[in-house]
């Protein structure tokens, strides 16, 4: 109780409940993001696709990340990474999984 103490005061929380649903409420957003990755991008690149999201190309900037991951991430150069996979469990003795099926969007790949 004492560390919460300290940290309302610190902090200026009015109070331990209001800590305490502020808390919550992190926790409940990080939940929310759990699917989430932060990119890191240049100046350049983010001015672009801040230019497109005003043009309506895209909804949002996350929309627009998605939409060039889904480009970029096709069947073919998922089928290339996982045979660059087969290579490296040769190569290291270890196990690779990834399991591309046509008729799956998204799949989880097991390091």
């Not at 309302?8 to 409420?25: D, Q, T, W, Y």
């Not at 699917?35 to 001015?47: F, K, W």
């Not at 895209?58 to 990474?81: I, M, N, P």
Request: proline share 2%; with cysteine; hydrophobic share 40%.
């Amino acid at each position: 109780m004492d560390e919460i103490d300290h940290h309302v005061k610190k902090h200026g929380i009015a109070n331990r409940s209001e800590f305490l649903r502020m808390a919550a409420r992190a926790m409940l957003d990080a939940r929310q993001l759990e699917n989430t990755i932060t990119v890191d991008v240049s100046p350049l690149l983010r001015e672009f696709i801040d230019v497109m999201v005003d043009r309506g190309y895209y909804r949002s900037q996350s929309h627009a990340v998605q939409s060039a991951l889904d480009e970029f991430f096709t069947e073919e150069r998922v089928r290339g990474a996982h045979r660059a996979a087969r290579c490296m469990e040769i190569t290291t003795g270890k196990k690779v999984e990834a399991e591309v099926e046509r008729n799956t969007q998204r799949q989880m790949v097991k390091p």
